[in-house]
């Protein structure tokens, strides 16, 4: 894989009007792009084109995988009945005693192979384990996170070598921490301002020098995946991923960060006073660092959805339970229509992202290297924010009791329902391995690339005119036929066939909704042209839009799978029927909104507003 831009790429984006810095963060982001063309179910939901065989029949979890996972999730429980979530929140720091029960049940190598001294279990088991510990404690789920999804394990499986599998990942295995070093004080989305280097030192060995912030696990860490920049007259801006010793002269730790929420993070500030690293210890290959990185945090990112997947599981069962036991004016609180309709979404809304999660953990379990590029986003943007959605609402039906602190309901005689210690832990879910706005604006390029390569030259004008010409023909072919297929009726083909009657309305609802966010995606690249990228929060409606179908058909085939499991009883059924389908109601709703906000944007009132703010 390359790590400039090729000559296709670099003509298919016009940067004549970019500064500097933006041309520069530009070509780095473009040439650490998985270039093959995401043909995944949720590209073809932007393009108007979803194909839902690759969704149904569901990918079901053998049951040999499945058995193998509740063997390791029953030791963990074990583990987890005896923690003290709330100790840990309040000391800040996880016992050296329960962080070596981990290890010993393999906690700390769920994914790595057996023949590394692994558990070898599969994605969709590990995610489990996440569900789980999300539900329980956010700081055990953010340190065995750290260290397997974007710490030394995932980048050694995906780009190490034999002979760093073989030096590393049994210690991986065994309980040795790991961490990754990206972030820096003026680096958070924007690697092309890393000032981290890496120089050569002889021809075996390179010298790191730079400071690192928020990493997590540093204070544990005995491994730390550092990113630093490698320049060459020809790539200035090139990065390269070492594997870096923490017990090596030149690396400290300089000041442990706190937080408000997951007080036993062990993150802090890293600094590399020239640390001689072999040039054995680089992954991926010299310059190749954004693709690493970018790659592990594709598959990485499914890891927080699971998470909240769990933590919104644990809300729903907190706020159902005390709804149906806080009696006001005659009746449970549950009865009135204001918290019947929280519990409601909460219920519909922990399903989806529980559907979501299982989905995208099958894709990678299909192929270990699938491009889940698109599919994971999108459930770390969605499973996040509705996470956050639920716990605040867990929040409000709770009142007093969930603004109070487990220890204090303790110690009053209450049950000691840690909804406060939860609504902390979570609010850095939408912002943790890709902000928000960032995984917006990432789906975003993602949803917008069959169209670059059809017709971004066509506006290009650093392009001659007769290659311009010559693509605007190329493009008036393709949108001729295209384009007038966005209005012709959708419908879910022979793969919707397959879905419980009930639920097959909503699906071609869906392929419906997809034509049509096809056409407002063309239609604002028309209206817009290449300022289109400057309109963010006309494209986060529109990737909002996007998310919405995919999660809404996951959720879909989800359901028809729990549906024709035979262990399921029919009472069941006809409950998960109903959510399934409340859940598309609401689902409508958001859309409608989201097509709203398209409608009557405000974004150049804001606009100025913020001038007077600023200038």
Known sequence: MKTELTPSQASMIDMSKMSAGQKAALEMAESARDERSNVGLAAGLFFGTPDFSKLLPFPKQSLEDHDQGDAFLSRLRAILDHADPDAIDRTGEIPESLLKELADVGAFGIKIPTSHGGLGLSQTNYSRAAMLLGGECGNLAALLSAHQSIGAPQPLILFGSEEQKARYLPRCAQGEISAFALTENDVGSDPARMTT?????????????????????????????????????????????????????????????????????????????????????????????????????????????????????????????????????????????????????????????????????????????????LEAAIAKLWGSEHAWTIVDDTMQIRGGRGYETADSLKARGERP?????????CRINTIFEGSSEIMRLFIAREALDPHLKIGAEVVNSTLPMKRRARAAMRAARTYSTWYPSTWLPAFPGRAGETLHPNLRDDLAEVARQSKKLARTLFHAMVINGPALERRQVLLG??????????????TLAYAENLITDSSVKSDVIDKLI????????????????HYKALHESDEKAAREIVRDLVN
């Open 578 to 593: 109903r959510k399934v389908i409340y859940f598309g109601q609401l689902t409508r709703k958001r859309l409608l909104s």
């Open 541 to 554: 409606h529109i990737v909002d839009i996007g998310a919405e179908l995919f999660v809404w058909s996951t």
């Open 197 to 373: 280097t890496a120089v050569p030192d002889g021809p075996d060995h390179f010298l790191i020098h730079g400071e690192k912030l928020w990493c997590t696990n540093s204070l544990k860490a005995g491994l730390i995946v550092v990113m630093a920049r490698t320049p060459t007259p020809d790539k200035p801006h090139a990065t390269t991923a070492f594997i870096v010793e923490t017990s090596w002269p030149g690396v400290e730790i300089v000041h442990r960060c706190r937080f408000m929420g997951l007080k036993a993070l062990y993150n802090g500030v890293v600094r590399f006073d020239n640390v001689r690293v072999p040039r054995a210890n680089i992954l991926g290959g010299e310059g190749r660092g954004l693709k690493v990185a970018l790659t592990t945090l594709n598959t990485g990112r499914i890891t927080l959805p699971a998470a909240c997947a769990g933590l919104s599981k644990r809300c729903l069962e907190i706020s159902t339970r005390w709804a149906n036991e806080r009696v006001q004016w005659g009746q449970p609180v549950a009865k009135h229509a204001a918290i019947s309709d929280k519990l409601a979404r909460m219920a519909a809304d922990s399903f989806a992202m529980e559907a979501v999660v299982h989905y995208v953990s099958a894709l990678v379990d299909r192929d270990k290297h699938a491009d889940v590029r």
């Open 417 to 425: 329902d840690p909804v406060e210690r939860l609504f902390r832990d």
